[in-house]
Structures are given as C-alpha cells and as structure tokens.
C-alpha cells in the first residue's frame, strides 16, 4: 500500500471514512472460495447417522462436520452473528478451515448462512484461523483474522461487509492490502494468532491484541493504529508468564465494579476492571484472572500473580477452551461462547459425521 496516515489525525468519524475509502481504492474483494469458485471447499452434504443419542438440541453446532473456536461474535442491528471454525469437509479437524457463519435472533434458535471466510488468497490460502469483529463507529463492522499464508506462517488479515444495509452480513470482502500484521522479530512463524475484539483508548487509536509465545514465555502482543489498517507493534506485550508456552484466543474486556451489568469494550473508568484470558495451549484450558489497564502504558497489572496453572481461575473446569466475549448492546451485557470437544474419540466423531460444540 502506498497510502499513510498521519497520526496527527484526530477524528473517529473521519478515519473510519478514511478506512472504508482505502479498502475500495486498494480492491477489497470478495473471498471467492466461498462462492463457488473453489468446490473442494464449499460443505459436504453428509446426512448424519439416525440413531444419535448424543446429538445437541440445544447447544449451537451446525448440521455436520468439525467445528472448534467461536470466532467474532456480535450483535448488529438486530441480529446475532456467530461465526465459528468449521471443517467443510468432515467431522475432524481440516487442512484448511474457514469462517462459518450462523445468525439468531434469541441466541437459540439458529439460522446457518453461506461461508464468511474461507482460503483464498496468499495470506490465507492454507486456513482462516480465529479471530475477532469490532464494531467501528458508524456500525462497521470489521473482522481481524489469522490466515496461515502460503509459506505456513501466521500472519493477521482484514475484511469487512460487502453490504452494511444487510442486518444478516451474508456477504464479506477481504482487504487486497492483507496481510496487515506478519510475526514480529524474536517470534516463531506458527507462534503469532488469534487477534482479540479491538478496543479504543483515550488517545483515539485502537488498540488489538495478538497471543503468542517467545522461547516459553507465553504473552498477548499489542498493536495499536489510527485508521484499523496500518497497525504498529508495540515495544513491550500487554503482559507475559514466564513457562506458560502459546497463548491462544486472547480475550480483554472492561467489567463494572460496583454492578452487574455489561460494558462496552472500549469503557475505560474508575468503575471499571479488567479481564485478561488466555487460553493455554499447553494444556487446553482457558485461565483468567482481573485487573487493571493502563492506557498510557499499555500494560495490564493483575491483581494476583497469573501462573498459568491450576491455582488460577478458570471460567469452566469441564471441555471448555477457546473462549470469546462480546458486548450485547441491546441487553447492556457481556456473553461469552466457547468450545467443548466432548472428549470423544476419532473413530467417534467420523461415525456419528460431527464433532464439537458450542457453550454459552
């Protein structure tokens, strides 16, 4: 790209406009192997088994095959968005995953659209891995992503709606600029994903975290940018264990003190605390624990040591990892999906044509 943004800019409303603009001038387009171009991976039609005693009425999984992480869960006008990562091709984990996409108006009752993301380009080829939607003003939405890009590296990639008039976003563009994040110096290829829901500090630039891993030290990079398209690196991480390895999914939100109920991602006062999770690949466990986020530093300071073990909490002690929130701004709180595999077996899975669920 051969467009800058001078940070002198101040405006919310006009470096959203400014972001919308170089996305059309830069060619966003459309991820085509979601619509046809790539047979291989639009979904099997497999009619499931008839005898499943263990088949799901009420915890979200889609009709067939693999799915894990819940990817980008918001509401907009008036409907709820789940996207999620799915193998198209069977009921194990695939080569290359995309980006399903299902919509509610109840939270229980599901609609399942076509594929949102799905490999298309050099930054994603090999998979869309997980990532986040925020909400920019002017309600667009955009979503960061983890592409495994064609030499197997992760690298973090943009796209946004093709038409934001459609309350059910059944159609999504990628930024022909991506990638917009590559692994920093010091980080392995395969140790850089999952970027969180951005939030917006008082200086006016958005802020992202990345989870990642340096030697053994497990620890959530930050980004921040102007114009949600040229992202720097921070110097130092929002925080890091020592002998956690990978920090997957990262999560960050503010919570009210003295209430119940839910705030805004970017709701930064004295009324307010923060949550940093981290779901642990060493031992597929999601861990958390509050604090405080300093925006002039951008660091998280906890209120107790994290050790990354069974001494910290945890939202769930069960099948329960990949966890990500989203404020519900319709019902002023905070919802959290997450992933439970269900503990069964590979042969399981492949006789029954599905595996993995969503909880809530």
């Not at 046809?36 to 005693?53: E, M």
């Not at 992202?208 to 620890?219: F, K």
């Not at 099948?319 to 992933?339: E, I, P």
Request: proline content about 7%.
């Amino acid at each position: 790209m051969a467009f800058l943004v001078s940070n002198t800019m101040t405006s919310p409303a006009l470096m959203v406009l400014l972001c919308c603009f170089l996305l059309i001038a830069n060619g966003a387009h459309q991820s085509e192997a979601c619509y046809g171009t790539n047979q291989k991976l639009q979904s099997l039609q497999v009619s499931a088994p008839a005898n499943q005693p263990y088949l799901t009425s009420y915890h979200f999984r889609p009709p067939q095959n693999w799915i894990n992480d819940p990817n980008g869960p918001m509401y907009y006008k008036g409907v709820y968005h789940l996207f999620y990562q799915y193998n198209p091709l069977g009921p194990l984990f695939g080569d290359k995953m995309i980006w399903a996409h299902s919509v509610s108006y109840d939270l229980i009752n599901w609609i399942h659209l076509s594929h949102a993301l799905c490999p298309s380009g050099p930054y994603d080829i090999n998979s869309c891995w997980s990532g986040s939607v925020t909400i920019l003003p002017g309600d667009k939405p955009f979503i960061l992503y983890t592409g495994i890009d064609a030499s197997g590296q992760q690298v973090q990639n943009l796209a946004m709606p093709e038409n934001l008039s459609d309350p059910l976003l059944k159609d999504w563009v990628k930024f022909s600029g991506n990638p917009v994040m590559t692994p920093p110096n010091g980080v392995k290829d395969d140790m850089f994903r999952d970027p969180t829901t951005a939030w917006q500090a008082p200086d006016g630039r958005w802020r992202v975290l990345v989870g990642g891993q340096i030697d053994n030290e497990g620890m959530a990079f930050v980004y921040w940018s102007w114009d949600f398209i040229h992202w720097t690196k921070l110097d130092h991480p929002l925080y890091s264990v020592q002998e956690t390895g990978m920090w997957e999914c990262p999560d960050i939100f503010p919570v009210s003190i003295n209430g119940t109920i839910g705030v805004d991602t970017s709701v930064l006062n004295p009324g307010v605390k923060h949550v940093l999770k981290t779901s642990l690949f060493s031992d597929k466990h999601d861990y958390y624990v509050l604090g405080t986020y300093d925006p002039q530093m951008d660091i998280f300071s906890p209120d107790t040591d994290f050790h990354g073990n069974s001494n910290d909490l945890r939202y769930d002690y069960g099948k329960f990892y990949a966890s990500k929130t989203f404020f519900d701004s319709a019902k002023n709180r905070r919802v959290l999906w997450a992933w439970a595999n269900e503990s069964d077996s590979t042969q399981d899975d492949i006789d029954k044509g599905w595996s993995g669920v969503q909880v809530i």
